[in-house]
C-alpha cells in the first residue's frame, strides 16, 4: 500500500512562531526529513540570504534531539507526532484523503455510525461536524427537502436545520 503514497508523504509549511518572521517548509519523503527555512528581516544584512536547509534521514531524525526540537518550535508538538509516525512507516491514510473524497463515504454511512466516526480524530470531528456534512446529509438523505428552503439553511446553519425539521428518534438520519 505504501505505492500509493508519491515521493513527498508530508509537506507542511507556515511562518514562524513570533517574534521571528522566517518561513519555514517541513517535506518528509520516502526517506527523509527536510527542514527549509527563509530569513525574513529588513535588515541589510539578512538581504539576499540563501534559504537554509537540514536533510537527514528517517533514521537519524527519530535518533537525535535538534531538528525534533527545532520541528516542534516552529510548527507544533502535533507535526513533531505525525513526521515521528511518518519517520516510522506508520501512515494514516484515512488522513490523506481530501475533504471531498471523506465526504463521499460519510455519504454511505448512517448518521449513527457517522456519531462514531466524528470520535476518532480531531480531523473526523471537524468533518462530520462540518456545514458542508450537514448540507449533503439534508440534500441526499431528507425527502422532503426542497429547494425553497436553502435559503432557511443557509440562514439557520445545515446542522440546526436538519435536527429542527428532519430528524425524528424514530427515523434513521440520512438514509
Same mark, same amino acid.
Given at each position: 500500500?505504501?505505492?500509493?503514497?508519491?515521493?513527498?508523504?508530508?509537506?507542511?509549511?507556515?511562518?514562524?512562531?513570533?517574534?521571528?518572521? @522566517?518561513?519555514?517548509?517541513? +517535506?518528509?519523503?520516502?526517506? *527523509?526529513?527536510?527542514? #527549509?527555512?527563509?530569513?525574513?528581516? !529588513?535588515?541589510?544584512?539578512?538581504?539576499?540570504?540563501?534559504?537554509?536547509?537540514?536533510?537527514?534521514?528517517?533514521?537519524?531524525?527519530?535518533?537525535?534531539?535538534?531538528?525534533?526540537?527545532?520541528?516542534?518550535?516552529?510548527?507544533?508538538?502535533?507535526?513533531?507526532?505525525?513526521?515521528?509516525?511518518?519517520?516510522?512507516?506508520?501512515?494514516?491514510?484515512?488522513?490523506?484523503?481530501?475533504? @471531498?473524497?471523506?465526504?463521499? +463515504?460519510?455519504?454511505?454511512? *448512517?448518521?449513527?455510525? #457517522?456519531?462514531?466516526?466524528?470520535? !476518532?480524530?480531531?480531523?473526523?470531528?471537524?468533518?462530520?461536524?462540518?456545514?458542508?456534512?450537514?448540507?449533503?446529509?439534508?440534500?441526499?438523505?431528507?425527502?422532503?427537502?426542497?429547494?425553497?428552503?436553502?435559503?432557511?439553511?443557509?440562514?439557520?446553519?445545515?446542522?440546526?436545520?436538519?435536527?429542527?425539521?428532519?430528524?425524528?428518534?424514530?427515523?434513521?438520519?440520512?438514509?
Amino acid at each position: 500500500m505504501a505505492s500509493l503514497l508519491g515521493d513527498h508523504l508530508f509537506q507542511f509549511s507556515g511562518q514562524g512562531p513570533p517574534p521571528s518572521k @522566517d518561513y519555514f517548509q517541513l +517535506i518528509v519523503s520516502r526517506n *527523509e526529513v527536510i527542514l #527549509t527555512s527563509w530569513k525574513i528581516s !529588513v535588515r541589510l544584512g539578512c538581504k539576499g540570504v540563501a534559504p537554509k536547509q537540514q536533510k537527514i534521514s528517517h533514521h537519524d531524525f527519530l535518533q537525535q534531539k535538534m531538528l525534533p526540537q527545532e520541528v516542534e518550535a516552529v510548527f507544533g508538538d502535533r507535526i513533531l507526532e505525525h513526521t515521528k509516525l511518518l519517520c516510522q512507516g506508520k501512515f494514516d491514510y484515512l488522513e490523506r484523503l481530501t475533504d @471531498d473524497i471523506l465526504l463521499k +463515504i460519510l455519504a454511505n454511512l *448512517e448518521l449513527k455510525d #457517522t456519531t462514531q466516526l466524528a470520535q !476518532v480524530s480531531q480531523r473526523f470531528r471537524e468533518i462530520c461536524d462540518s456545514e458542508k456534512f450537514w448540507e449533503q446529509t439534508v440534500r441526499n438523505g431528507c425527502a422532503d427537502f426542497t429547494r425553497d428552503m436553502e435559503g432557511i439553511a443557509s440562514a439557520m446553519g445545515w446542522r440546526k436545520m436538519f435536527f429542527t425539521f428532519f430528524h425524528t428518534s424514530g427515523r434513521k438520519g440520512q438514509q
